[in-house]
């Protein structure tokens, strides 16, 4: 016998017995996301990895370990690892700058990571998100915070904890990044690997450190100090104080967590993440925030944003898990000529009906239709002889006999 072939590490089918759940999940977010007037976007899986060296930022562990890039026909390509970069070319490149703000985009669809699986981390996952472009004003992150909130209730998860953070501008982080650098000095040695990296590069990204020993240098009190010093000017933090403001009034109970610093260049001012206690470590739901320096850092004109994406495969794990729906009829009858033409009447009619194509006996078909449908569709020798059809409730026991042209009636018994 040949070989096997599996399917590759991190990755996973979405088998016929599961895919109702992501019908669920996409159809909510359409619902969901269009009343807030997001409209749906479809870029490309590929892109060239420039646009996430340049976007994401070449200091991030997406773009340093993380991508899946080939070369072809001298370009180098890559299988995107986020849907924010993709969003903001396609942006750029089709002029929406030109239509009147804001522009309200959400999406769908798989991304590419290569981590180490575990857990509620894969090498391709799915995402949901939304990104909002040419509002500054908080009003826009609060109006992206609902719509993530609210997103979760209409999929029933409530038991989930927002939190949020403010990065400041480029200016007063800077400031603030070279505090953090100077108190952090007599320690660097001491530093995880990753860290050390990060200290000249990105210092910010210390604070997200998973390491116990790095964690222990940062509750130092003169660390914490400064993590916990008001850093950001007066007009970042009008927006930030604005922005909670916002939230109180619409009764969205967050968080304040000022280690929350998020893996990817591009934030400044809010940042926020959604988290669930049933996950694990790999806990975050939901991860965004705004990003007014992306769209002029990809070619754009200056233009603020903010948006969010959520990990659609967590967001499975915490849904119960629900029956798929079953088939409206199963047709049981020995008489298959006359049975084809039922089922596609049927099917004509709107109905999802199917029958033994095999010709099995009667009781095994009867069997087979208490498995898979709502109704069993009765057609014997009298029923035909009469132009009538026999109509099984299949979890009451209930049965009609009806004319053939109504049956579709006793279909909803
Ligand atoms: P992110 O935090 O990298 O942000 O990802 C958002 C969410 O995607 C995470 O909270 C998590 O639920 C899910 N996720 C990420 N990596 C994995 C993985 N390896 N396996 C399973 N789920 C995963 C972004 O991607 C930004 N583009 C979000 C954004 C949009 N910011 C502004 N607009």
Request: aromatic share 8%; hydrophobic share 35%.
């Given at each position: 016998?040949a070989?096997?072939i599996?399917?590759?590490?991190?990755?996973?089918?979405?088998?016929?017995?599961d895919?109702h759940?992501?019908?669920?999940?996409?159809?909510?977010?359409?619902?969901?996301?269009?009343?807030?007037?997001?409209k749906?976007?479809?870029?490309?899986?590929?892109?060239?990895?420039?646009l996430?060296s340049?976007g994401v930022?070449?200091?991030?562990?997406i773009?340093?370990k993380?991508?899946?890039?080939?070369?072809k026909?001298?370009r180098s390509i890559?299988?995107?690892?986020?849907?924010?970069?993709?969003?903001v070319?396609?942006?750029?490149?089709?002029?929406?700058?030109?239509?009147?703000?804001?522009?309200?985009?959400?999406?769908?669809?798989?991304?590419?990571r290569?981590e180490r699986?575990?857990a509620?981390?894969?090498?391709?996952?799915h995402?949901?998100?939304?990104?909002?472009?040419?509002?500054?004003?908080?009003t826009a992150d609060?109006?992206?915070?609902?719509?993530?909130?609210?997103?979760?209730?209409?999929?029933?998860l409530?038991?989930?904890?927002?939190?949020i953070?403010?990065?400041?501008c480029p200016?007063?982080?800077?400031?603030f990044k070279?505090?953090?650098k100077?108190?952090?000095?007599?320690?660097?040695?001491?530093?995880?690997?990753?860290?050390?990296?990060?200290?000249?590069?990105?210092?910010l990204?210390?604070?997200d450190?998973k390491?116990?020993?790095c964690?222990?240098?940062?509750?130092?009190?003169?660390?914490?100090e400064?993590?916990?010093s008001?850093f950001?000017c007066e007009?970042?933090?009008?927006?930030?104080?604005?922005?909670?403001?916002?939230?109180?009034k619409m009764d969205?109970?967050?968080?304040?967590?000022?280690?929350?610093?998020?893996?990817?260049?591009?934030?400044?001012?809010t940042v926020?993440?959604?988290?669930?206690?049933?996950?694990?470590?790999?806990?975050?739901?939901?991860?965004?925030?705004?990003?007014?320096?992306l769209?002029?850092?990809?070619g754009g004109?200056?233009t603020?944003a903010?948006?969010?994406?959520?990990?659609m495969e967590?967001?499975?794990?915490?849904?119960?898990?629900?029956?798929a729906?079953k088939?409206?009829?199963?047709?049981v009858?020995?008489?298959l000529?006359d049975?084809?033409v039922?089922a596609?009447?049927?099917?004509?009619?709107?109905?999802?009906?199917?029958f033994?194509?095999?010709?099995?006996?009667?009781?095994?078909?009867?069997?087979?239709?208490?498995?898979?449908?709502?109704?069993?569709?009765i057609?014997?020798?009298?029923e035909?002889?009469?132009?009538?059809?026999?109509v099984?409730?299949l979890?009451t026991?209930e049965?009609?006999?009806v004319?053939?042209?109504?049956c579709?009636?006793?279909?909803?018994?």
């Amino acid at each position: 016998m040949a070989k096997i072939i599996k399917v590759l590490k991190g990755t996973k089918d979405i088998l016929p017995q599961d895919v109702h759940m992501w019908h669920f999940l996409e159809k909510k977010a359409n619902e969901v996301f269009s009343k807030y007037g997001f409209k749906e976007i479809r870029t490309p899986i590929i892109e060239v990895t420039e646009l996430f060296s340049r976007g994401v930022g070449d200091t991030t562990d997406i773009v340093n370990k993380e991508m899946y890039t080939f070369e072809k026909s001298d370009r180098s390509i890559t299988l995107r690892p986020e849907n924010t970069a993709g969003v903001v070319r396609s942006y750029i490149e089709n002029g929406m700058s030109r239509l009147p703000a804001p522009v309200k985009l959400w999406y769908k669809g798989s991304m590419f990571r290569y981590e180490r699986p575990q857990a509620g981390r894969q090498r391709q996952f799915h995402q949901v998100g939304v990104e909002m472009f040419g509002i500054k004003q908080p009003t826009a992150d609060a109006e992206v915070i609902l719509a993530a909130v609210n997103y979760l209730k209409a999929l029933g998860l409530n038991d989930l904890e927002v939190e949020i953070n403010s990065l400041g501008c480029p200016k007063c982080r800077e400031e603030f990044k070279n505090k953090l650098k100077a108190v952090l000095k007599p320690y660097f040695n001491d530093l995880c690997e990753d860290c050390q990296n990060r200290y000249e590069k990105n210092p910010l990204r210390l604070l997200d450190c998973k390491v116990e020993d790095c964690k222990k240098i940062f509750e130092k009190s003169e660390i914490q100090e400064i993590i916990n010093s008001d850093f950001i000017c007066e007009e970042c933090a009008e927006h930030y104080t604005e922005l909670k403001l916002y939230l109180d009034k619409m009764d969205v109970k967050y968080k304040e967590n000022k280690l929350l610093v998020r893996g990817l260049d591009y934030y400044n001012r809010t940042v926020f993440e959604i988290k669930s206690n049933n996950l694990g470590s790999q806990n975050a739901v939901c991860g965004g925030g705004r990003y007014d320096g992306l769209v002029g850092q990809l070619g754009g004109e200056p233009t603020p944003a903010v948006g969010f994406a959520m990990g659609m495969e967590r967001l499975i794990s915490l849904l119960p898990q629900q029956e798929a729906d079953k088939l409206d009829g199963y047709i049981v009858s020995n008489f298959l000529t006359d049975t084809f033409v039922l089922a596609e009447e049927l099917r004509g009619k709107g109905l999802n009906v199917e029958f033994d194509l095999s010709n099995k006996k009667f009781s095994k078909q009867l069997e087979k239709a208490a498995k898979v449908a709502k109704f069993a569709i009765i057609l014997g020798e009298d029923e035909i002889a009469k132009n009538q059809v026999s109509v099984k409730n299949l979890e009451t026991g209930e049965q009609v006999t009806v004319d053939r042209e109504i049956c579709t009636k006793a279909l909803k018994l």
